[in-house]
């Protein structure tokens, strides 16, 4: 238990490691890199996307994992936000065909 724990760990520090030498590489004062494109979250397709590309940059070390633990978090509930509606507009739609028979 305790290797695992400590292979954790050091998984963790040679991530952290890649984002502070990512960090460090822009000079004081510099704006942060701007990102080249912009994800809207309309559907499960724009989540699927942007879970992907989380999980690339996790692996390369552009985003702190407990950033991208949040992130995933957040596109969960969200999912669930989409499912709510999509159950409510079903049930609507179900109502008002029921009234017309």
Known sequence: ??????????????VQK???AN???????????KKKYKIFLRNAE???RLMSVTINELRRGEVNPMVAGKIFYGATVMLQIFEQVDL????????RRAEEN
């Open 1 to 14: 238990m305790n290797a695992i724990k400590n292979g954790n760990k050091t998984a963790n520090k040679k």
């Open 18 to 20: 890649g984002v502070k």
């Open 23 to 33: 960090v460090d590489k822009r000079k004081h004062g510099d704006p942060p890199p």
């Open 46 to 48: 724009d989540l699927k």
């Open 88 to 95: 409510a507009a079903q049930l609507k739609e179900l109502e």
